[in-house]
Nanobody
Framework: QVQLVESGGGLVQSGGSLKLSCKLS????????IGWLRQAPGKEHEGAAC???????THYADSVEGRFTISRDVKNMVYLQMNNLEPEDTAVYFC????????????????????????WGQGTQVTVSS
């Protein structure tokens, strides 16, 4: 059974850090893209970061560039290190993948938005207090 399970969310003060984890089961990281997406209260889903198997590149939304880092291990874990958190980062964070197509080289721009991902985890809440 294909599953993505997020963990690591919580409450943190502005300027603090959190590290989210996403455990994958039922499929392997290669050759797919994995994204971290988020939904703030009253807003639509947006892409935060993604990692592309084809060329091992990482891509970030402008709002998190320089503060968030997406990484993976060799097996079935993907992480999102979030530093210098701001109240605007408060959201439910999801990891997601697209199993319909391999994420080949130079496909980073294809996976910038949430609509490219068709299998999502249940999400983990991140709350940043001011």
């Amino acid at each position: 059974q294909v599953q993505l399970v997020e963990s690591g969310g919580g409450l943190v003060q502005s300027g603090g850090s959190l590290k989210l984890s996403c455990k994958l089961s039922g499929f392997t990281l290669e050759p797919y893209a994995i994204g971290w997406l988020r939904q703030a209260p009253g807003k639509e889903h947006e892409g935060a970061a993604c990692i592309i198997s084809g060329d091992r590149t990482t891509h970030y939304a402008d709002s998190v560039e320089g503060r968030f880092t997406i990484s993976r291990d060799v097996k079935n874990m993907v992480y999102l290190q979030m530093n210098n958190l701001e109240p605007e980062d408060t959201a439910v964070y999801f990891c997601a993948t697209d199993l319909h197509r391999p994420a080949g080289p130079h496909s980073g721009s294809y996976y910038r938005g949430p609509t490219r991902f068709d299998i999502w985890g249940q999400g983990t809440q991140v709350t940043v207090s001011s």
